[in-house]
């Protein structure tokens, strides 16, 4: 199971890569194992400024669609457009090629609220 320890997780198995006011989200390894081959990723939030756990899109998979829940309140500035045509990334490079979105910061101090690897290796029972 890979978790990067220099990036920061929700309980809702997404991943935060924090640069200055900006954060890239995507969903952990764990995540997209659980949901299988990745078929689409759909995110109509762009330039929308969202609160902390609001839905900004979803992931389909072969057998299920899950929700995406924005980790930290802002607005959604940039939607990784290579998931339309390879949504395959996701399942590839969840940390890397497979990123979801970026946000502009609205409420920087959330991101303390956000799970270390270790405490995120811990809800997933690693």
């Not at 990036?7 to 198995?13: A, I, M, N």
């Not at 072969?62 to 980790?71: I, N």
């Not at 802002?74 to 590839?92: H, R, S």
């Amino acid at each position: 199971m890979n978790i990067p320890a220099e990036l920061k997780y929700t309980k809702d198995h997404e991943w935060v890569r924090i640069e200055g006011d900006v954060a890239t989200v995507g969903i952990t390894d764990f995540a997209q194992g659980e949901l299988g081959d990745i078929v689409y990723v759909e995110v109509e939030t762009l330039d929308e400024l969202l609160e902390k756990e609001e839905v900004f899109g979803t992931v389909e998979a072969v057998k299920t669609v899950s929700d995406l829940f924005l980790p930290l309140s802002g607005e959604i500035i940039e939607f990784n457009e290579q998931l339309e045509d390879a949504p395959e990334k996701v399942n590839a490079d969840p940390y890397g090629d497979g990123w979801m979105v970026k946000i502009k910061l609205s409420e920087v101090s959330e991101v303390d609220e956000l799970l270390s690897a270790e405490g995120y290796k811990e809800l997933i029972g690693g």
